[in-house]
């Protein structure tokens, strides 16, 4: 009902402007969401970028340690010694990976995440649990996506690591097959007897910090928004004084001096002035066509 009032008291003029301001704070959130939703795309990518490189440089350095660093290494070392800095792929990746993220990439987090570990911190967390269950049961070569991490929000790309045969098994399985330097380093914990060859037991993680992005994607919305704002207010109050000069006072004027003629006031005088342009100045000429004819009329009768 009230809005029913409303709508009637309410001129054309500020019917107009309403709708515009509805349709312009429409159109800025869109451009707010899709701003946003468009810079978040581009950090995602860049994010992969990162987590891409990261992978290669490790997957390289694995590869080369095993061809040419592990036969020489193990062929100094004696046969029943072990020295996790020089004969762990695992263990000397994870050495690295520590430095990186501790020093030279700050906020990024690399894991070898396992369900059983030797070295405890590598423990697969929660989230890192079930990427490994899905990679079990999925059969996936990779997974993606984002993810929180203490409440701060990151881009993981994980790939799957296998049990890939005996010579995993042997330091993986049973304490009894390991090297005893192995036990005496990381104790008994990190077996699991149940181990198969071909088994997902852990994952390669990396997370690139994505909170700086997502400020940036936010700022660069905020900005859109608020400019787009300032803009449509300043465009409206240009339209609302434009409708005012050039419409509602003239048809206004117009309305009152017919008013004026119809109860026989100012018969003589023209209903056109400067102020009506355009269809206003034609509809008013209508008019006054109507006022001359009346008076011819009524001095035909004042005669007659
Ligand atoms: C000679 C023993 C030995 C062999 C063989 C071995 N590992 Fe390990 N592995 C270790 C040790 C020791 C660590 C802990 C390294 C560290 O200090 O981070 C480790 C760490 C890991 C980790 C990180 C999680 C954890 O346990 O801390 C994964 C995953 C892993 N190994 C998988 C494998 C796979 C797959 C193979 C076969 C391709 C393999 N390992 C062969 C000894 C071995």
Do not use: W
């Not at 699991?192 to 993680?205: E, I, P, Q, W």
């Not at 905020?222 to 465009?235: R, Y």
């Amino acid at each position: 009902m009230a809005l029913k009032n409303l709508r009637k008291t309410l001129g054309i003029r500020a019917k107009f402007i309403i709708m515009m301001a509805i349709l312009g704070v429409i159109a800025l959130v869109g451009i707010g969401y899709g701003a946003y939703t468009f810079s978040m795309q581009a950090s995602m990518k860049e994010a992969d970028t990162k987590a891409r490189m990261m992978e290669a440089y490790v997957k390289a350095g694995r590869a080369y340690f095993m061809k040419e660093q592990r036969p020489l290494i193990n062929a100094l070392v004696e046969a029943d010694r072990f020295y996790p800095e020089l004969q762990s792929g695992f263990g000397i990746t994870r050495r690295i990976l520590d430095q990186v993220q501790e020093k030279a990439l700050l906020g990024f987090q690399f894991k070898q995440a396992s369900l059983v570990p030797h070295h405890p911190p590598n423990k697969a967390d929660l989230f890192e649990q079930s990427i490994i269950k899905r990679f079990q049961v999925e059969k996936k070569q990779e997974l993606t996506g984002t993810v929180d991490k203490d409440g701060k929000p990151f881009y993981y790309r994980s790939r799957p690591i296998k049990m890939a045969g005996g010579d995993c098994l042997r330091c993986h399985k049973d304490p009894a097959d390991a090297p005893k330097d192995l036990l005496e380093l990381y104790g008994t914990d990190g077996f699991d007897a149940n181990f198969k060859s071909g088994d997902v037991f852990a994952a390669y993680m990396v997370y690139v910090p994505l909170g700086p992005a997502v400020e940036a994607a936010k700022t660069q919305a905020a900005i859109l928004f608020a400019g787009g704002a300032l803009m449509t207010v300043f465009g409206l109050l240009v339209i609302y004084f434009f409708l005012d000069i050039r419409i509602v006072k003239p048809l206004m004027e117009l309305s009152a001096r017919t008013q004026e003629v119809s109860v026989g006031r100012n018969l003589d005088k023209s209903l056109l002035s400067a102020k009506m342009k355009d269809e206003v100045e034609t509809l008013a000429r209508s008019i006054d066509r109507l006022r001359i004819s009346l008076v011819k009329m009524l001095k035909r009768r004042k005669n007659d």
